[in-house]
């Protein structure tokens, strides 16, 4: 039996890299210090694992990787999609695949986090690292997040209970602010609760940012919330030293979305006239950071790029993932890292029934039971090493824990690369 | 018919379900459920664990019904393949379809709740 200390947990965008990973005969048998999913997910690694399948029939990786050549060498429009869940390493490689077919790639932050990037291309954003947080904040905000579900060590690693260089006394340090629309367990540990009608979290934030520069609104509450509350909730705000506010779907995938995550953005850059305040997503797969970053310094755009023109456009709403599936406009799709059969809604899903599927995924997926190619690779963290972003930017390198029986996802899609461009030489 | 208003979104069940499997009995168990108000629940006659037929403008799904604190009439789904069958592909422009605050309603019903296969034949009928 070994042990190996500092193991970093591929499953939210937290990437915790303080795990303690017992391993006997190649198998992990125990995990310290993880949240309750990342011990699922090491505990489980070997279960329910993928097997090479070409149109329902086991077969060798060779073959699965001979066939997925065959299909993407012979389409005209392959949608590549997925890549949050694997290193920036296979995410590089995605993008030269991509530009190599002349075809249209995107990541999971399109049903995610996508409008987040469209607000902060318009407005900028105040940000921070994950250390500032734990070491200085003093007020925090989780807006439309419920992280002791969601990222379930956030609370006790950064933003709530650890003891930091300006937070001497940790938890009693700081005061927890949580707006949500309904009581979460997140929400029950909050000095104060904001519960916000659906859909109203527009007018909240707007309300706030007028409050902030001394106006009245014309109506006493808004979003259900009284006015009073949000002037007191303020001056909370205006008393922090350093206050940040976390945001999830709560913002993004209510109606207004991306206008949502900018009313909050200008909030927090009108605070700053005030006093010191930060925003940060709440990044669900363990490295969606990566993909935004790699996208961006691959091809300019961080999501829905097309390459059909020789050279990268981006176009949410026209090169996004669920848009070019409803629109029937590809006629194959490589899923890598993900699961959008389960992500996706109906239309889309069965339009991805309608074209030829390849998947590669280390483990059974609802995208793999619709797929003609299966190519399972090793999980990145486990079966192999690689390089993923945290929430806030921060790049760590993951280990390889045990030996995987499949090859990882860069020589997956290298050899597919390889194979491509011999055929098409 | 009552309207509700149902949202989507991620469980601590459903993070530990899907490394179990995602085409297994816990990651139904975790995700083929729409937690209610409870007082929802007793004027439409629903008792915890029953399943009900839930449907919206885009589609319909068989669940089980949990009692939770959310504020009356609105419903809760976790992410997964049973919510995405109520949800509209449209995206108005943005790349994201509109996984919260939808328009449904639901009623009580004798059926199973459906599996991941059930989901993916209604898919493919569509």
């Given at each position: 039996m070994k042990k190996i200390d500092n193991v970093i947990c591929p499953f939210c965008g937290c990437l915790c890299d303080d795990l303690s990973i017992r391993i006997e005969n190649n198998k992990i048998i125990s995990v310290e210090k993880g949240c309750s999913i990342s011990k699922s997910l090491f505990l489980n690694h070997d279960k329910d694992l993928a097997l090479p399948t070409v149109y329902g029939e086991k077969t060798s990786i060779k073959e699965s990787v001979k066939e997925a050549v065959n299909i993407l060498s012979s389409k005209k429009h392959t949608l590549i999609y997925g890549l949050?869940?694997?290193?920036i390493e296979t995410q590089r490689i995605a993008l030269e695949l991509a530009e190599f077919l002349g075809g249209s790639i995107d990541q999971t932050s399109s049903v995610c986090h996508g409008p987040t990037v469209l607000a902060t291309q318009q407005t900028g954003i105040n940000t921070c690292t994950l250390g500032e947080v734990k070491n200085r904040a003093d007020v925090v905000l989780f807006w439309g997040s419920n992280p002791l579900e969601s990222h379930q060590r956030h609370y006790k690693r950064y933003s709530l209970f650890p003891k930091g260089m300006f937070i001497p006394n940790g938890r009693k340090s700081r005061k927890l602010i949580v707006a949500d629309v309904r009581p979460t367990n997140s929400s029950k540990l909050a000095d104060i609760f904001l519960q916000i009608d659906i859909g109203k979290d527009y007018e909240v934030i707007n309300v706030l940012r007028l409050l902030l520069k001394g106006k009245k609104p014309?109506?006493?509450?808004?979003g259900g919330i009284e006015v009073k509350k949000l002037k007191d909730l303020l001056d909370v705000m205006l008393s922090a030293n350093y206050g940040v506010i976390f945001f999830g779907?709560?913002?993004?995938?209510?109606?207004g979305k991306y206008h949502n995550v900018e009313a909050a953005i200008s909030l927090v850059r009108e605070l700053n006239f005030h006093t010191r305040w930060s925003i940060e997503a709440m990044r669900g797969h363990y490295n969606v950071k990566g993909a935004g970053s790699v996208f961006s310094w691959q091809t300019g755009f961080p999501y829905a790029v097309n390459f059909s023109l020789g050279y990268p456009r981006y176009n949410p709403g026209e090169f996004s993932a669920v848009d070019l599936l409803r629109r029937k406009e590809v006629d194959s799709m490589l899923v890598i890292a993900s699961d959008p059969a389960a992500a996706f809604p109906h239309k889309a899903v069965k339009n991805m029934m309608d074209i030829p599927l390849i998947v590669i995924d280390p483990k059974v997926s609802i995208s793999s039971k619709i797929a003609d190619v299966i190519i399972p690779t090793a999980q990145v963290g486990i079966g192999t090493a690689g390089t993923a972003y945290r929430m806030d930017g921060i790049p760590l390198r993951m280990k390889k824990l045990i030996s995987s029986p499949y090859p990882s996802d860069v020589d997956v899609l290298s050899s597919i690369l390889s194979g491509i461009k011999e055929v098409k030489k | 018919m009552k309207k509700f208003e149902l949202i989507t979104g991620r469980t601590l069940k459903q993070g530990i379900a899907l490394h179990i499997g995602k085409t297994t009995e816990s990651y139904q168990n975790a995700v083929a459920v729409a937690y209610l108000n409870k007082v929802d629940m007793d004027e439409n006659f629903i008792t915890e664990g029953k399943n009900i037929l839930l449907s919206t403008d885009f589609g319909r799904v068989v669940v089980k019904a949990l009692k939770d604190?959310?504020?009356?009439g609105m419903i809760f789904m976790p992410y997964g393949p049973w919510a995405n069958l109520l949800i509209s592909v449209n995206t108005h422009g943005t790349g994201m379809p509109d996984f919260k605050s939808l328009i449904a309603w639901f009623s009580p019903v004798d059926?199973?709740?459906?599996s991941w296969e059930k989901v993916l034949k209604e898919v493919k009928t569509l």
């Open positions: 949050s869940s694997t290193s014309t109506s006493d509450i808004v779907m709560g913002l993004t995938m209510t109606k | 604190d959310i504020p009356k059926e199973e709740v459906w």
